[in-house]
């Protein structure tokens, strides 16, 4: 069941907050921004809450790719395990997915 992903290809990192795709070009990696966690905002969240929001981001490409992986091959058809996964891969596509 793979879809088309959209989002900038991994691997991502983290450093201080910001999440960052390692784009390779002929020079070699240059890190793209992909998120930032706004220090600035004030909107409540210490700057450990911020660095692991932003390590979250940075796994979600590899996460994605697990569950695709697991969904594929791993899971016997019928399984409840289906259902969960398939719903957290259409909302990491923007898809709406039903409670």
């Given at each position: 069941?793979?879809?088309?992903?959209?989002?900038?290809?991994?691997?991502?990192?983290?450093?201080?907050?910001?999440?960052?795709a390692?784009?390779?070009?002929?020079?070699?990696?240059?890190?793209?921004?992909?998120?930032?966690m706004d220090?600035?905002?004030?909107?409540?969240?210490?700057?450990?809450?911020?660095?692991?929001?932003?390590?979250l981001?940075?796994?979600?490409?590899?996460?994605y790719?697990?569950?695709?992986?697991?969904?594929?091959?791993?899971?016997?058809?019928?399984?409840?395990?289906?259902?969960?996964?398939?719903?957290?891969?259409?909302?990491?596509?923007?898809?709406e997915?039903?409670?």
């Amino acid at each position: 069941m793979k879809n088309e992903t959209r989002y900038t290809p991994g691997p991502w990192a983290c450093h201080s907050g910001s999440v960052y795709a390692l784009v390779e070009t002929d020079g070699g990696p240059v890190a793209t921004p992909i998120a930032r966690m706004d220090r600035e905002a004030g909107n409540g969240t210490s700057p450990t809450e911020r660095d692991a929001n932003a390590h979250l981001i940075a796994a979600a490409p590899c996460m994605y790719q697990l569950l695709e992986e697991v969904r594929d091959g791993a899971i016997p058809a019928g399984s409840l395990w289906v259902d969960y996964i398939d719903a957290a891969l259409a909302k990491a596509r923007g898809e709406e997915v039903q409670p």
